[in-house]
């Protein structure tokens, strides 16, 4: 995997767009490459926009959210609406750019952040889905984002973080980096399945001892199948028995039922009848009278039926005559109405015509008037027209005293416009005039503001100035605090050489000493040969308290030492802020001269204007001669739009008294709302009323001819009836039709006889067949019902207690048969289940445990031994002084161990290690974690974010060529962001930050 190019926009202080081409020379020629910039520039958010683009986070900030964003002002350029940071990077699977960004809405709000993802080659977008897109982003590069931090991106702040962690921090942190927490999943998978087979075996124990309590002997199943056949022998002849009993019951119930039947038959029989009779007594005398009226019952009806429609005339010629009088008294009541509305007598037939003329007149002047109130209308709608511009609107004002409030409104534009006349003195050619103004004030302006721009300049050279004076006088102190501190430090040298070579003689002493221990009384020395020891007895005093003194001075020039360094780095750092001030002076200085030469070629022609008066005031006078010169133009306009307003409304005055002449004749004629629909309505009344009339006297004339004519028949039909009721022995026609019934009246008492009679022979049918059933019947065992039921009743105990003992012993039986197949099953499965789980019960001894740390453990210690040996591999390219290793018995497990092979092999924690040191070691461990990180993908990019300040120049140079080693050996990108002087001379190829006085930086590659 490797970066080729970064493209952002508005990141931190990165302000605008900026594009980096790592493929491109110089960066891909010149071996290292530095990022160099003062703090605050922007160097770290080049990673930062590195880490955006490809996983939509940074190592400053874990999660970027737009909260987050918002909250902390991080990410985006302050005052800026959108932002975003593009990677173009080379893998295996070919070439793609991943692009993070986030923008604003039209309320200023910022959106959530979005992701994208570009096959280079193929032009097409993998997905808009944030999730996805860093999903393939990591299956692409091979690296999670933990593990790119580690081996691409190294970051300020966690160089030492692995090395000075606990063991419990360093194996989470391993176990993150080398994703490796399978084997924490492995142990915990292995602890569960040998606890669940084990659970398994023990509950499958459990029923099995279950069941053995459950199972009977042979002996007692033996005599249970004995005893089933017995009861099963036992239950046939009872249940026959039983069937016997039964089928007599069954006889004896339907006997009663038939018996029961026949009285009831008996009973139903003897009531239907007893209704014959009274039927027959009741309605035999109507059905004979109506019958006789069935010879002669067309000519009845046809006589009642003439006589009805006499009935129904009679009644209707009553009622005509009535309408015809109530028409004639509507007539003369609208007669007297229209007179009223004429104002004079009428004849009848001049009605119509009247009324007409009427209407005539009454429309020719409502269409005068209609015509005054358009021409009203049309005026009023000119006269707003031309008010529009004189904020001002007619609506139901009087026309007098708008007249005169527009005429004195006139008169007051015209004193304004004589007053401007007299001010602005030239008024031809307005707009020009106006143009002119606003060119000079936007000139005015212009020049106001690249004034205040030159005054900032002055007074950032002044504070500079000021400041540069303070460091001066600071600077001039620090060599004679160095000089003294320099010599404490080689007094303090002296003093602890003086003690070292006394502690030299003290060991020469102490091996004489050794000797003279040993020495006999007598016996010649094995040095010297001599007889006598004088000095055996008398030893030298041995100064005991030399160790802890050579220790406090080591300890005084230690101290001293780093002192000395400080004071040094303090003075370097002096030097570096005096340089970078008089460079920005000198900067700010060039930078003013530069504004005030183009400003006085800019704003030459103002010099004759600024005769000791600011560009703010007059650009305010300008500013006021533009409105003079509008508001005399707006003065004309209005004063014109008042004038013709004032003549339209002398035009609607003489309208309006038109208008009212008509109206007044109008109520002459009448004075109601509306005539046309009044006289309409008469008109059609008049008519109606007529129409009506004649349509009702043509209508009784008929019905009186209909009348005679029905009296004619009805007479005839009279006499022809009169003999054929007396042969029937009916006095008259009255009391045929009284004798009659309704059809459906006599066809229902037809049918009530007919059903009597049908329903008598039914039941006499049903009680003889009863009869016979009761003949037919036979019987086994008893005659008797409660005799039976009884026999039935004994015999069901005796047949359900030998049911239920045959049940009890099936039950018995069908459990001991399903016990032995479950316990061999059982038995079966857990001698399955034991042999699976011997391989699961050694796994868990080995590596199982509920939380898989054990597992876990032993591979994070494996991976602690890889990355050591890796680590010491860059740490002899970088200093063959020191070894890395793990602890050994006695040392505390939760630390890292150095030896100092200069020092014997001297072992000491990395926790007492300089800063320098500490550096040394952190990078060959993270370049040895790089290595162990991308162990499965080819890295060829690597950016280095860590201070190089705490190392000596010549520890720096060997740290540089290793590096350059590394790039020259593997063909890697290798970026190195620092502020050290040395490096910056070292490294050719940068990337060089610089910031502008508004704290934005710009960004510049340079070799």
């Known amino acids: 995997m490797k970066i080729e190019s970064l493209s952002f926009k508005n990141i931190n202080s990165l302000k605008g767009e900026h594009k980096v081409h790592f493929d491109e020379s110089p960066l891909n020629s010149g071996g290292l490459f530095a990022i160099i910039g003062p703090t605050g520039s922007g160097k770290s958010s080049l990673l930062d926009a590195i880490c955006l683009g490809l996983y939509g986070r940074t190592p400053r900030i874990s999660s970027v959210t737009k909260s987050k964003i918002e909250q902390d002002g991080s990410i985006l350029t302050k005052y800026q609406k959108e932002a975003y940071a593009k990677v173009k990077f080379s893998c295996n699977l ?45 299956r692409l590069i091979g690296l999670s984002y933990d593990q790119f931090v580690k081996s691409v ?50 509950t499958q124990k459990t029923i099995l001892d279950n069941l053995q309590d459950k199972l009977i002997s042979k002996e007692t199943e033996s005599d249970f199948k004995e005893n089933l056949n017995q009861l099963k022998e036992k239950e046939t002849i009872e249940r026959k028995k039983l069937s016997e009993y039964q089928k007599d019951l069954d006889q004896l119930t339907l006997k009663e039922k038939l018996s029961s039947e026949e009285n009831v038959v008996k009973t139903d029989l003897k009531t239907l009848l007893d209704h ?34 006499g009935d129904r005339l009679k009644a209707s010629i009553t009622r005509e005559q009535e309408e015809i009088t109530k028409i004639n008294s509507n007539i003369n009541s609208l007669h007297q109405k229209t007179e009223d509305l004429l104002k004079t007598k009428v004849e009848p037939q001049a009605v119509e015509s009247e009324l007409e003329k009427l209407q005539e007149t009454h429309t020719e002047l409502n269409t005068r008037r209609s015509s005054k109130l358009h021409d009203f209308s049309a005026k009023k709608q000119l006269l707003n027209k031309e008010l529009e511009g004189l904020d001002l609107k007619f609506q139901k004002q009087e026309l007098d005293s708008f007249i005169g409030e527009l005429t004195r409104k006139s008169e007051i534009s015209s004193e304004q416009i004589q007053n401007l006349e007299k001010e602005l003195k030239d008024v031809e050619n307005l707009e020009k005039r106006i143009q002119e103004q606003e060119h000079l004030r936007d000139t005015l302006k212009e020049a106001a503001h690249e004034s205040r721009i030159l005054k900032d300049l002055g007074d950032q050279l002044l504070r500079l100035e000021n400041k540069r004076s303070i460091l001066h006088k600071k600077k001039s102190e620090y060599p004679e605090q160095i ?69 406090k001075a080591k300890e005084i020039a230690k101290q001293l030492s780093r002192d000395l360094q400080h004071l040094n780095a303090e003075f370097s750092s002096l030097v570096k802020q005096i340089e970078d001030l008089n460079k920005e002076a000198n900067e700010l200085h ?85 005539l046309g629909r009044l006289v309409t309505s008469y008109t059609k009344s008049w008519n109606q009323l007529h129409t009506e009339l004649k349509s009702v006297s043509s209508s009784l004339d008929k019905q009186t001819s209909d009348k005679a004519v029905l009296n004619n028949n009805l007479s ?75 026999a039935i009743d004994n015999i069901k105990v005796t047949l359900n207690s030998t049911r239920e003992k045959l049940e009890d012993i099936k039950r018995v039986l069908n459990n001991q048969k399903e016990n032995l197949t479950e316990y061999k099953t059982i ?62 018995a006695g040392e505390d497990k939760n630390q890292l161990y150095v030896i100092d092979n200069h020092m014997g092999g001297l072992r000491r924690s990395v926790k007492t290690l300089s800063g320098g040191e500490t550096f040394l070691m952190s990078l060959a461990l993270a370049l040895g974690l790089s290595d162990l990180a991308s162990k499965n993908v080819e890295i060829n990019s690597l950016f280095i974010d860590e201070g190089f300040g705490t190392l000596d120049p010549e520890t720096l140079d060997l740290t540089l060529d290793t590096l350059e080693r590394l790039q020259a050996e593997s063909n890697k990108t290798i970026g190195i962001i620092s502020h050290v002087n040395a490096l910056k001379e070292r490294i050719q190829t940068q990337i060089v930050l610089n910031r502008n006085t508004q704290g934005y930086s710009q960004l510049e590659v340079i070799s």
């Open 276 to 309: 014959k009779q009274s039927f027959d007594n009741e309605n035999q005398h109507k059905l004979e009278q109506h019958q006789k009226t069935l010879e002669f019952e067309d000519e009845l009806q046809e006589f009642n039926s003439l006589q009805k429609d």
């Open 716 to 790: 005839q039909l009279q006499q022809g009836l009169k003999s054929m009721l007396e042969g029937k022995g009916f006095a008259n026609i009255a009391e045929a039709n009284a004798s009659r019934m309704k059809s459906s009246n006599y066809n229902e008492l037809l049918l009530r006889k007919s059903d009597i009679v049908k329903n008598i022979k039914v039941k006499e049918e049903k009680l003889e067949g009863l009869e016979n059933q009761l003949k037919s019947l036979e019987f086994v065992h008893f005659t008797e019902k409660d005799k039976t039921e009884i």
């Open 827 to 888: 038995q079966d499965s857990i001698i399955e289940v034991q042999k699976a789980n011997k391989k699961w019960e050694v796994l868990n001894r080995l590596i199982g445990d509920a939380t898989g740390t054990e597992f876990n453990k032993f591979a994070q210690d494996l991976s602690l031994q890889r990355l050591i040996l890796l680590g010491n591999k860059r740490l002899n390219q970088l200093n063959d002084r020191y070894e890395l290793d793990r602890f050994i």
């Open 590 to 674: 060039s930078k003013r001269s530069l504004n005030q030469e183009e400003f006085d070629l800019k704003f030459k022609e103002l010099n004759s204007l600024n005769e000791g008066e600011s560009y703010a005031n007059l650009e305010q006078k300008t500013r006021q001669t533009i409105e003079n010169y509008k508001a005399f133009k707006q003065y004309k306009v209005e004063l014109k739009a008042l004038q013709s307003s004032i003549s339209i409304l002398e035009e609607l005055l003489d309208i309006q008294k038109e208008g009212k002449s008509i109206s007044e004749k109008m109520k002459s004629l009448y004075k109601g709302d509306d």
């Open 94 to 138: 070919g070439t793609y750019e991943a692009t993070w960004s986030i923008s604003t809405n039209r309320n200023n709000k910022l959106r959530e952040c979005e992701m994208d993802l570009w096959n280079v080659a193929t032009e097409i977008s993998f997905s808009e889905k944030k999730t996805e897109v860093l999903a393939e982003v990591e």
């Open 153 to 202: 991106l190294l970051s300020q702040g966690d160089f030492a973080t692995l090395l000075q962690s606990n063991e419990k921090e360093r194996s989470e942190l391993l176990e993150k980096i080398t994703n490796t927490s399978i084997y924490r999943s492995i142990g915990k998978k292995v602890y569960e399945k040998y606890m669940s087979l084990k659970s398994k075996i023990l």
């Open 483 to 551: 000089k003294l501190k320099e010599s404490k430090f080689k007094t303090a040298e002296k003093e602890l050489d003086h003690l070292q070579t006394k502690k030299e003689n003290q060991n020469l002493r102490l091996e004489v000493e050794d000797l003279r221990q040993k020495l006999q009384k007598d016996e010649p020395c094995p040095v010297c040969g001599a007889i006598d020891h004088p000095y055996s007895e008398h030893l030298p005093e041995v100064i005991s308290d030399l160790d802890k003194t050579i220790a």
